[in-house]
């Protein structure tokens, strides 16, 4: 069975940084991309980043680029994104997926991050 764990969403000033973690089980875990993604209230789920099974290609949605970062362990089975100088327009409920080509083939049940003063 399928799982991925996300963890590490709270409520953080803007301008600071938060990391979020993705542990996964019941699957391969460095045969597949993995990816981040985010839904803000009364707004549609958004991609945030994805990242290869060697961790060598990433790729970042133009909001986020050069603020997050997209990293994996194989080893740990485990997928992290670094979230540096956050922004309010940042909160939302942030999941982590299994990604397939174009296709999502699970997701996790999500983590809350609150950027607000």
């Known amino acids: 069975q399928v799982q991925l764990v996300e963890s590490g969403g709270r409520l953080v000033q803007p301008g600071e940084s938060l990391t979020l973690s993705c542990e996964t089980r019941?699957?391969?875990?460095?045969?597949?991309?993995i990816a981040w993604y985010r839904q803000a209230p009364e707004k549609e789920r958004e991609f945030v980043a994805r990242i290869s099974t060697t961790g060598h290609r990433r790729n970042y949605a133009d909001s986020v680029k050069g603020r997050f970062t997209i990293s994996r362990d194989n080893a740990k089975k485990t997928v992290y994104l670094q979230m540096n100088s956050l922004h309010v327009e940042d909160t939302a409920i942030y999941y982590c997926a299994v990604a397939v080509g174009a296709n999502i083939r699970s997701w996790g049940q999500g983590t809350q991050v609150t950027v607000s003063s």
């Open positions: 019941g699957f391969v875990f460095n045969a597949y991309e």
